[in-house]
């Protein structure tokens, strides 16, 4: 996951302009001109043509990869109100931390994760699982939480809570859906949040699985990171900078004080060794561990 990681980076890096800026304003907009619509047509005819239905996009109806996003999940004004502006905050958060492009990438290999496999078990089984946008929102949310688990706000407008304790009871939520699914012998909407959720694993999968590690197994690493690896990796990157003409270089996109002299630089501490990065990646790098 780490080389897939540092290779987004790259791409991102070297195409800084792919992707649309501010992307969750047009998903909000798209989800609330489809819910005034569906309003008025209580028929519910304009939200089936939206729905990703394997078996409508094969005979044609491609956009359908797309416009299921843009379904809301809530037709009570209220709760599609706070949803909309709760995922907005999400998404634009992200976007500020990653960048426009990484987190395009975040969020269209999501929906294209959910088209796909509705798409390929429609075809092995002629069954047909509807994909909507409910898992590749959580993910959104697990993400914003992996970031600022530390964050609070406020649960029914008056009651503080940090969001890491709101992201461990829908994780909780999240495995009692599949073990539900699996005890009725529907494997295939069991596998459905889990492929929703391959984008999290991807993009925040290293930080999550540091994070279970048992206590004692991430306080050898700690103790490791100060002693003989940072050492070691720091002299050699030292001896590396000197050669190269510049003093700082950013792990993730390859940006140098010397290209880049306006450019802040920072080391982080929770890495495994001497690893210095941008100020743009410092939050949302993946942490080496060795």
Known sequence: MRSLNKRIDRFCMNHPGFGLHNLMIFVVIGQVIVW????MDRTGTLVQY???????????QVWRIVTFVLVPYDSSLLFFAIALYFYYFIGS??????GTPRFNIYYFSG?????LYSLLYYVLTKRIVVATSAYLNLSLF????T???????????FIPIKIKWLAWVDAAMFFIAIVTYIGQGLIGLALVPVVAMLN???FCGSWLFDFLRPSHARAKAAQRVKTIQFKQAAKKVQQEQKAQGYTRKCDVCGRTDRDYPDLEFRYCSRCAGYHCFCIDHINSHIHFTE
């Not at 939206?50 to 044609?60: D, K, M, V």
Request: aromatic share 24%.
């Open 50 to 60: 939206l729905y990703f239905n394997p078996a409508l996009f094969l005979r044609g």
């Open 147 to 157: 970031l600022w688990p530390e964050q609070r706000v406020l649960l029914f407008f």
């Open 93 to 98: 958060s992200l976007e500020s931390a990653w």
């Open 36 to 39: 005034l619509f569906s309003m």
């Open 142 to 145: 697990f993400a914003f939480a």
């Open 200 to 202: 999290y694993l991807v």
């Open 111 to 115: 929906m294209l994760l959910t088209a």
